[in-house]
């Protein structure tokens, strides 16, 4: 499985920013989806997950603000973020599994996209 991640980049507190992950390698209808992140000197979290059923999961940090959606006939997953905050501050990841265990870190990584959100 490879995952390309883009659409990070520099937003204002209060805005908002789109991410995209294009996967390719598996079948990707049968697999679940998700969205990581870590921001500098922490360690890597959960952020959004969408199973391949459609159920969708949040940290409650970015319940309210996140949005996470697949697209199975583009292959692609997509994390509509608005509401920004300094603190979502973070290179996210792309993330491809089997299991929908989200507190587990397993599966197929993508390369990280940086996000930057000043106040």
């Known amino acids: 499985v490879q995952l390309q991640a883009s659409g990070g980049g520099l937003g204002q507190a209060g805005g908002s920013l789109r991410l995209s992950c294009a996967a390719s390698g598996d079948p990707f209808s049968r697999r679940a989806m998700g969205w990581y992140r870590q921001a500098p000197g922490k360690q890597r979290e959960f952020v959004a997950g969408v199973t391949n059923g459609g159920r969708m999961d949040y940290a409650d940090s970015v319940k309210g603000r996140f949005t996470i959606s697949r697209d199975n006939a583009k292959n692609t997953i997509y994390l509509q973020m608005i509401s920004l905050k300094p603190e979502d501050t973070a290179v996210y990841y792309c993330?491809?599994?089997?299991?929908?265990?989200?507190?587990?870190?397993?599966?197929?990584w993508g390369q990280g996209t940086q996000v930057t959100v000043s106040s």
């Open positions: 993330n491809s599994r089997l299991t929908q265990a989200w507190t587990t870190q397993v599966g197929y």
